[in-house]
Every structure is written in C-alpha cells, then in structure tokens.
DNA sequence: CTGAAAGCGCTTACAG
DNA sequence: CTGAAAGCGCTTACAG
C-alpha cells in the first residue's frame, strides 16, 4: 500500500541499497545517483517506515518518561522541557502516566511498553531502589527526583536539601519565627518531602529558632491538600507566621484558602512554595518560591540517558547530576 | 539477545504459531499446550516485541496527539485526559508538541512521525483546513479546538458561541454593563476566538446592551497575554466593569494585573474567563468561568479516532460532534 | 561508489 | 487444534 524504498528504487533505477544510502546521508554517493534518488523519493511522496526501520536496527529512537500525569503543573512543564531536549537529539519521547500507582509503575518498567523506547526516564513516587533494579530490564533508565536515591542507579538530582533551607532562610529573614512545614511528616527524613523538611530543619537550626513539630503537617502535594491542610492547622488553634508548602500547588492551595478564611498574605501569614510552576508568577499575591533547575533537569536527563543509549562504554559508572536551584521572591513572603 | 518467540516455542516444544495463538488468545488450543507455552514464557521472561508486531500487522496501536505545547494547562489537562481514554482502550499516546508553528504542524501531519502512530488528534493553531487536508496523508484524523470548521473534516468541538454567551449572560445579570473581551479581533469571526466573540455579542444583544469594539482587545491566550491586555486597556482610560478572557489562562493573567494595580476583584471589576483549568478553582478570588466539557472531548475524540481506525467502512460520513458545557460560577464574577 | 542477499521478530494465510 | 513458510520494510555486512 505505502510507497516502499523498492518502489523507490525500481523509479531511480539503482538498487535498495542505493536509496538508503542517500537517506541515510551516506557520502560517497555520485551527485547525479543522489539527485536521482532524491527526485524519485519526491515524486512518490516516499517516507520512511520507522516500525521497519527500528526493528532492523534494533533502536526505536523513542525514550519513555513515566510520571504520576500530565495535568499536574511540574510534571507537565518538566514533560514538554523533556520533549524539547529530546527532540533536539533526535528523539522522541512517549509519556506514561503511572497515576502514582506502584502496578502502573511496574508496568512501565518492564511491559512491552519498554520494547517501544531506547530507554526510560523515570520520577518513581512508590517503587523503592530496590524494586526499580528488580524490575528494569537492561534497557538505559535515569531517575528523576527523589523519591529514590541509590547508588546503583543513574539519577539527575534537585538540591532539595539546600533550597528548601534557603526558602526556611528567606522567611527567617522576613522576621519569621513560626513557619509551617506542609506536605512531610514529622520523622520524614528520606525522600524529597525528607530531604526538603531537613534543609528547613537546618535553616531553622542556623538561625537558633527552635524546630515544632507541630507545625509540619502531612498532606497531599496537590491543590486541594494545601488548602485542607492549612485550615486544619488553622482549625487546630496552632500559632504561625509563615507556611512553607513544600511544593507549588499545595502552596497554592494553602495560599487560596488562608485568603479565603480572611487573612492576609504576607501581612500575617507569609507563604512559600518550591518548584516555581508558572502559575506561581501569577497567583495573587504571587507566589515566593524556589526554582529546581527544571530546564537543566531536563536538559542533563534527556544527554546522560542518550549518552547511555549510544554509548558504548562496557560498565560505565554511575553519574548522579545535580542541578543549581535559585530563589524567586515574590509578594507572598518578601 | 532478547527472548524471541521463536525460544519460546523450542522450550516449550510446540510450533512458532501455536506461541502466537496462545499470547493472540486464540480460543482452541489445548489447556495443556497452552500451559506448557505460558510456563515458557515466564520462565525465558519473553515480552512481545511490539515494534516487528507492528511492522507485520500495519498497526503500531497508537495515537498521534499534536498540540502546541504540553507547559499550557488546558493541553496537559486534556492530554492527561486523551491519555487515559486512549489507554483504557488498549491504545498509547505519543505527543508531539507543535509550538504553534505552522512548520511543526506541517511535519507532524506528513512527516514520518505518522508511520508511528495509527491515527491522529490534531489541535490546530495555524493550519488551514485546506492545508491540512493537502498535508495529512490517508490515516485517520480528528481535529480538536475550532481554528478551524470544514466539513470535510472529523472533528470534536466545543460550544464557543453558546458557552461565550452564557458567560456574558451571568456577568450581565451580575449588573454589569461595560464587559472587556480579551482575545479577540474586533473583526473576527472564525476559529475560537471568532466563535465566542461572537457568543458574546449575541448576549449583549439578547440583553439589549451595545456592543463597543474599544472593549474588544486582541492578545495571546497566555497568562502574560493577558495582564498586558488588560494593562493596556486601564491605560487607555477605557471604561469597563467586568473581564471575560476568552481562556483561563490570560484571565488569570488579566485578575492578577487587575489586584496589582489596585483594582478590587470582582467589586470594581469581574473577571471571567472560558477553560475550567484546575487552576481556576485555587485563585484568589476563584475564577468565574464555563467547563468546555474536557474529559467528554477526549473520550469522544479518542473513540471516534478509533472507530476510524479500526472500522471497516468504506467511506463513512463526516461526524463532528459536541461537547457539553458548563458555566462554574465562582467568586471573581458571582 | 553500488548490488544482491540475509535477517530483525513478529502475524497470517495455507495446509494438514 | 498445530506446523512450515512467506513476508512486513527496512539496514547492514559482504562483494565487487
């Protein structure tokens, strides 16, 4: 039915071998052949198959890229950073949507789904080290944030630690004393929700203001959990100045409620968040916050897992990358 | 190197077709046989190497889905949707992010790329129908977004005239009078903007309120587009109470330019806008604006995209359907 | 510089 | 119910 490289080649008159020389950008082809082969693949509307073309080669120049769904703000800007990297190189990529299920995750991992990628980018959110190098194939995987951490595994790391404590320094220097930690446990020490609770930990400890575990509250790093989680502290009677939501939409959420319930932002509660979605540019009052790196992420992801794909290193070491973070001061904690 | 079926059938003793029939689920095949070929199977670990499955059958079981760029909420979210109805329909997704250029387009409609997917949903922003009905090759295509109506074209749309005019009618019955249009041409007619200015207008005559062009402002459907637009209409010194951004995303960014300058929302000034991103609900003040009917596009879009695909007739009728709408009043314009 | 041939891993008539 | 064989459209040694 399509218009194959034979029909193509029986048109220029030259053999198979010919035409995929000229579009493999082969050199030493004769100008006249090449232009020969190039009028035929023109007047037939020849194109590639790419299905032919990978199950020969053995590369689908595909990558995958699992996270929790798309409609959540950082996956969805990380996604189209992601896209763009890849493209740039020459890949494409095919998103996967786990909706923060450990079934969905596996299945990424080690589904047919992976015979249609060179390899995989993966943000795990319930699948430990453990069971990630249970379940990858031998195919190319880098990790993204950091729900995991291990040494066995190639990853591109947000300084958590270090931001989260310059946002905690930030708002100590507004004159903060009792800031709200939302979206950790207490204990929380692993992970990106631990990590980020330890950096303010750290901050508050510099600064000599003593850590209330009171004041963290667990929540669902969503909207809507922000924003029952600072009426529940609310609710509760407890005392603060400040809340840090340890991501963008839940601070946003905890912002919109706290306006809700009639106070006011920055004056008698400052608000912070961490991802610097660019919603947070636009909220009302405008979200402070702190920017990861997501275009270096993306950028270091999408090299390192081509570097792995392409490279013919036989047992190359693990490289864990860490992108540079920045504060963004906005109106909600100036 | 990897498990082939053909290791599959040696240790399980039976012919490379009876593996077939067993992982197709062909119905008549001894128990015992069939138990002897999954016990292979997950013994060897073999997985279906979908890439020659596709190469053989002439389906690769996905979806094109062409948009301009996944860092724009409504696109992710109705992506995150499209993915979902895709998947529970035993098909995946690939995007492909056009960046609004005409060339993007262009090449995802024609390029190789195609011979990836089955079929394509394609959300045009700069292509004509004409053009696109030049460019797309002879698989199946639905068009989502109305920048452009043929009725030559399979398309899902959504009800710009009547969803605009119900806007306009609960800002009118909220007692205003002077509604800034943001996001249109004065002129236009055609495509989203055309269709809900026009929308627009027919409430304003319904009402029996003039129409002012001075009140129409043309600017990109983004957040920044959006509080420049309305930035600039404050400082022509036009007289207006209300707002309605033809998206979320540039009321968002309208709402946030008005409470900057020291505009209160909605008291001097109502704000609507047309999407019911996620985002809209967490404003301060939430924003007034109308569900296009978003998940229902994309079940629809998906569904009709394979029917396409997988259907036998010859040469089906044209089908353009619609999606339900549904005005969300919130605080911004109550 | 160019040709003839093998083979990537499946599915699918065609036999039996 | 099951086997042997062809072929999807490419790429890639191997020759020349």
């Known amino acids: ?34 232009q020969r082969v190039l009028d035929a693949i023109d007047e037939l509307g020849y194109e590639t198959n790419l299905t032919a073309r990978s199950l ?10 699992v996270l929790a769904d798309l409609s959540i703000p950082y996956y969805a800007e990380l996604a189209s950073d992601i896209m763009k990297a890849a493209w740039s190189r020459g890949y494409r990529v095919l998103v996967e949507q ?25 943000i ?33 790391l947000i300084q958590n630690h270090e931001a989260a404590a310059a946002v905690t320094t930030h708002l100590l220097a507004g004159g903060r004393r009792r800031i709200a930690v939302l979206g950790a446990d207490d204990g929380e020490t692993t992970g990106s929700a631990g990590l980020r609770l330890s950096g ?12 209330d575990p009171a004041l963290v509250v667990r929540c669902e790093w969503r909207r809507d959990g922000g924003a029952a989680a600072v ?3 609310l609710d509760s009677g407890a005392d603060f100045d400040a809340v840090f939501g340890l991501n963008d ?18 004056e008698e509660i400052a608000v912070a968040g961490f991802d610097d979605i660019e919603e947070a540019r636009f909220a009302s009052p405008s979200l402070t916050t702190v920017a990861p790196g997501r275009a270096e992420i993306a950028e270091r992801a999408v090299e390192l897992l081509i570097e792995r794909i392409e490279g ?15 504060l963004r001061v906005r109106k909600s904690a100036t």
């Open 1 to 34: 039915m399509a218009v194959t490289m034979n029909d193509v080649a029986k048109a220029a008159g030259v053999s198979l071998k010919t035409v995929s020389n000229v579009i493999n950008n082969y050199e030493f082809i004769r100008p006249a052949t090449k």
């Open 56 to 65: 020969r080669s053995g590369k689908t120049k595909m990558l995958g890229l």
């Open 98 to 122: 786990s909706g923060n299920e450990a079934e969905h995750e596996k299945a990424a991992l080690q589904g047919q789904f992976r015979s249609l990628t060179d390899g995989l980018l993966f």
């Open 124 to 156: 795990p959110l319930t699948l430990g080290a453990q069971q990630i190098i249970d379940a990858a194939g031998k195919k190319p995987l880098v990790l993204l944030g950091e729900f995991v951490q291990d040494p066995r595994l190639d990853m591109v």
């Open 200 to 211: 303010y930990k750290a901050a508050l400890a510099d600064a000599g203001v003593e850590y």
């Open 231 to 233: 009426a529940g502290l």
């Open 249 to 266: 939409a839940l601070a946003l959420g905890a912002l919109h409620e706290l306006l809700v319930l009639g106070k006011r932002v920055p």
């Open 312 to 326: 013919n290193m036989a047992a190359p070491e693990v490289r864990q990358l860490q992108a540079a973070f920045e």
